[in-house]
């Protein structure tokens, strides 16, 4: 392993659903509001689309954090998706904070196509929180490490 | 210990073979050691010789009629103790076992003891024998050794949720009451520690396991023709070889997936090899489900519809779910 004086950046995975977040991110840019280029956006058409496996994965492919954007509840594009997200990320955080993994390397956001600005907000505050627990150990999967 | 007899057992099961109400009976035979019983069918009074019971049969057999009721024949008779009858009526809801073809025989349960708990205290065991309470096991070098049964019971058992039936055809004995039990306690327990104390306590437990997979075959909630874990391309299918990541990632996966439909009957946690308190993660889902969406036992009436498969606009938010217990 070579010792570099480079910052550590954290590598953050955002699911945002087409309908809004997304939309959001795209307005986000059009204003030119600032937002790390640590996240990396995956477009899923809605946010109950996001497998608690994919979650998972993420970690396991070496994200230190990873956020659900998704359309504010009542207002999802397919009329109950988010709800159903709601549902499942609250008992899937709540386990993975039951296994000792930090609970801050997991969010769930509402934002809508409008809300460039809480987007690229969201995604600053949740860049800091996570840089400033490093790196992800604890889900981290040996055989995926480069 | 168990108030029911074999011999009451298997004659009702010759007299329903006798009338025609059924053509074949899931129960238990011997399996290769005193403790260990194993499910198993059959088909004609002759064949009920190999029958047992005794206080071993812990085996829920309601997922061995997902299999069986698909056959063609007439219907299944059934032994099903009050925990095992909530499996019964889950899968009855999910519609992977047709009810009609099955006579459900309810048998009340006085908690069953488990081999590896006994394997634990005693090496070679010739035979075991219950009196009372108490157990009495012959080895092969250390002589006759007693227990008091209760150290032989898994916490299934130690913290038994309900003594009543909820779903029968017939029932031998009396039927319980729902019992106010102290199952949760194991999981308020940890959910107290810190998060590097419930990391270390779990990275210990979920380290041991070998990716068996009895833990789902065994499951009556893991019915699935095709399941993830099954897929090569999954990345895991199989153990790792470096540590950490995939055991949790199997086990998180696992508990979810039958989350809303786990009835707590524990068969994962009886079936572990390893001794893994697997029934841990799904009493953690139920806790929290019945904390943020209400009570709710699965299995309990047929036609309930799951937590995870309903909502409410008022739902709690999941960055409020995770800052509970603080």
């Known amino acids: 392993m070579s010792v570099t004086n480079e910052e550590y950046r954290p590598l953050i995975v955002a699911f945002c659903c087409n309908w809004c977040s997304y939309a959001g991110a795209d307005l986000a840019g059009n204003n030119r509001l600032a937002y790390p280029a640590d996240v990396k956006i995956i477009r899923v058409p809605c946010s109950c689309r996001v497998n608690p496996a994919f979650i998972l994965r993420a970690f396991q492919r070496g994200a230190d954090g990873v956020i659900i954007c998704g359309c504010h509840p009542g207002d999802c594009h397919y009329t109950s998706g988010n709800y159903y997200t709601r549902r499942r990320m609250a008992l899937l955080f709540s386990m993975l904070d039951y296994l000792g993994i930090e609970k801050e390397r997991t969010r769930v956001e509402w934002v809508s196509a409008a809300e460039g600005a809480k987007f690229a907000a969201t995604m600053n505050d949740f860049c800091k929180t996570v840089a400033a627990l490093g790196e992800n150990k604890r889900l981290e999967d040996l055989r995926c490490k480069k | ?326």
């Open chain 2, 1 to 326: 210990m168990q108030k029911v007899t074999r011999d009451i057992l298997v004659n009702k099961a010759k007299e329903l073979l006798a009338n025609g109400t059924v053509d074949r009976v899931y129960g238990w035979k011997k399996g290769e050691f005193a403790y260990d019983v194993t499910p198993a069918l059959f088909k004609s009074e002759k064949e009920l010789d190999e029958f047992v019971f005794g206080d071993f049969c812990g085996a829920n057999v309601s997922k061995y009629l997902v299999a069986e009721s698909k056959k063609a024949g007439g219907k299944i008779l059934v032994f099903l103790k009050p925990c095992d009858t909530y499996s019964l009526n889950q899968l009855t809801t999910e519609h992977r076992v047709d009810r009609e073809k099955i006579y459900a025989v309810g048998i009340p349960c006085e908690g069953m003891l488990t081999g590896s708990a006994l394997k634990d205290k005693v090496d070679s065991v010739l035979s075991v024998e219950t009196e009372g309470d108490t157990v009495k096991v012959e080895t092969l070098y250390d002589g006759v050794k007693t227990f008091p049964a209760s150290d032989l019971l898994p916490d299934r058992c130690r913290n038994c949720k309900s003594k009543k039936h909820v779903t029968y055809d017939e029932l031998i004995g009396e039927d319980g009451e729902v019992l106010d039990s102290g199952r949760f306690d194991e999981v308020e327990k940890l959910e107290k520690m810190t998060p590097d104390e419930r990391f270390a306590f779990w990275q210990g437990e979920l380290s041991r396991c070998i990716r068996c997979n009895a833990c789902r075959d065994v499951c009556p909630a893991c019915t699935c023709e095709k399941c993830v874990f099954d897929n090569p391309k999954s990345g895991l299918e199989n153990k790792a070889a470096a540590d950490s990541f995939e055991e949790k990632m199997f086990h998180i996966i696992r508990a979810f997936h039958v989350a809303g439909r786990c009835t707590d009957c524990g068969e994962c946690s009886r079936v572990c090899p390893q001794h893994i308190p697997l029934h841990l993660l799904n009493r953690k889902f139920i806790k929290d489900m019945n904390t943020f969406y209400g009570e709710y036992q699965a299995g309990e009436v047929v036609g309930n519809r799951p937590p995870v498969v309903n909502y409410t606009k008022e739902d709690i938010e999941p960055s409020e779910a995770v800052k509970r217990g603080e």
